[in-house]
């Protein structure tokens, strides 16, 4: 029996791959979207049961609307959202020689492309519903020469709050921030990066890096009814390592 109809953007590849894997085994269906059409293709091929697929650039704003009317003929409505479709590489050249082509594309996948999604698709939620915005923990930390990536994910939690105002009560927004997770089986057709070794997974207060089941697990709770108090937060899934002090030779201060 099916437990629902939900859409995940960037399905095809990394943590939204892992996620679309995750509901289809918990008889879900899943409609993905993918800007990469290699991974695509890949994806098509395994011919998973509750799975359809569909192009597009979630930054586009007429692709957008022309979905909303194709999820609507072909698909119904939905019980859930996850905008999880992002350029994921966080570093750019130094800030002093930052192009603002990088700048803007970033903001447009990250931060316009769930909002397009929210705009024209939260009118095909069943009452009920939720969606979710997966964000990332460099939203509140960061490294030199990663303006456009913060920006963007940071912008995406405060616009999870803002969205759980404009659409509540019927429908409830909340955002995931993971920290590292392990997604080297989930890269078709690119070298996968390395897996995760010993000092990776110690830094962890619980001792290991994440897992794409950590973050699918978490957000299948809160797309359910269970979930049902809950609307506007951001959960943090990073192992606890943002609470553990990164100072170098740090004093004991009391």
Not at 14 to 28: A, E, K, P, S, V
Not at 83 to 94: D, G, I, L, Q
């Amino acid at each position: 029996m099916s437990q629902g109809k939900i859409l995940i953007t960037g399905a095809a590849r990394g943590l939204g791959l892992g996620m679309t894997r995750y509901f289809l085994q918990h008889n879900y269906q899943v409609l993905g979207l993918d800007i990469d059409k290699y991974a695509l293709t890949e994806l098509e091929e395994s011919r998973l049961p509750g799975l359809q697929l569909v192009h597009l650039d979630v930054a586009d704003e007429q692709a957008v609307q022309t979905l909303s009317r194709l999820v609507e003929r072909q698909f119904g409505r939905l019980t859930g959202i996850i905008n999880n479709a992002a350029v994921s590489h966080p570093f750019h050249e130094p800030l002093r020689h930052l192009n603002l082509a990088h700048w803007h594309h970033t903001l447009a996948a990250n931060l316009t492309g769930p909002l397009l999604i929210s705009k024209y698709l939260a009118d095909l939620l069943m009452p009920g519903s939720a969606i979710i915005n997966i964000t990332s923990t460099w939203a509140h930390q960061s490294e030199p020469h990663c303006e456009a990536y913060v920006a963007a994910k940071g912008g995406l939690v405060a616009l999870t709050h803002a969205l759980a105002n404009s659409l509540g009560p019927d429908i409830r927004v909340n955002a995931i921030s993971p920290g590292r997770v392990d997604i080297t089986d989930y890269q078709p057709g690119k070298s996968a990066p390395p897996p995760p070794g010993p000092a990776d997974h110690r830094q962890h207060p619980v001792g290991r890096v994440g897992e794409v089941e950590d973050i699918a697990t978490l957000a299948r709770f809160l797309l359910s009814a269970k979930a049902g108090f809950i609307t506007g937060q951001e959960f943090i899934l990073d192992g606890g390592i943002s609470k553990r002090m990164s100072y170098v030779n740090n004093p004991a201060a009391g």
